[in-house]
């Protein structure tokens, strides 16, 4: 039986260092063509802004019931009491999320023990002093969370969310 002179018996070391070479290269090779850019902050889903509330109705630790970006879409904002990222207000201690479980749409409960929004179908639960990041449960995403702004008269707004929200195919009214 003749061999096929076109092959090569490089063995497994060989080609796995030659692979790291490559990749290397490669790496090397794309950051030079690019010219570098600042990361995005977060996904964001423009929807149409919406005035939730006044910065003057918010108590420390006490949620307040809301909906956004329109009635079929319960949430909640909160004045935290302590500067969060993403927090807005004087004190950057204002958020406001969706407080539809992502992972079967039940509706979610404040914690003031633990500042976590939690989930009494599949108990899981969201961290709302860093951006409703899922501390338990069986969600493949974390809660999506409210881009606020505060206007001159201390209107909180609504302009978009950093999510997808439970039960629609897209974030598109």
């Known amino acids: 039986m003749k061999k096929c002179d076109l092959m090569v ?7 796995l ?18 010219p570098a850019q600042a990361a995005p902050s977060q ?5 149409p802004s ?9 108590k420390t630790n006490e949620p307040m019931d809301v909906a956004y970006p329109d009635a079929d879409a319960p949430g909640v904002l909160i004045k935290l009491g302590t500067r969060v990222e993403g927090g807005i207000g004087p004190d950057g ?3 406001g999320f969706s407080t539809v479980c992502p992972h079967k ?19 899981g639960r969201y961290d709302v002093e860093k951006g409703g990041q899922q501390i338990w449960g069986h969600t493949t ?15 909180i707004y609504a302009d978009g969310v950093d ?7 897209s974030n598109v009214l």
């Open 9 to 15: 018996d490089a063995g497994r070391r060989r080609f």
């Open 17 to 34: 260092s030659g692979a790291t070479v490559a990749a290397a290269g490669a790496v090397a090779a794309s950051a030079m063509s690019t």
């Open 43 to 47: 996904a964001r889903v423009a929807y």
């Open 50 to 58: 919406n005035r939730l509330a006044n910065v003057s109705q918010l």
């Open 93 to 95: 201690d204002i958020v």
């Open 105 to 123: 749409g039940f509706p979610l409960s404040y914690s003031k023990e633990d500042r976590s929004l939690s989930c009494p179908g599949h108990y």
């Open 141 to 155: 995403q974390n809660l999506a969370q409210y881009q606020l702004r505060i206007d001159g008269k201390g209107d």
């Open 163 to 169: 999510e997808l929200l439970y039960g629609r195919l």
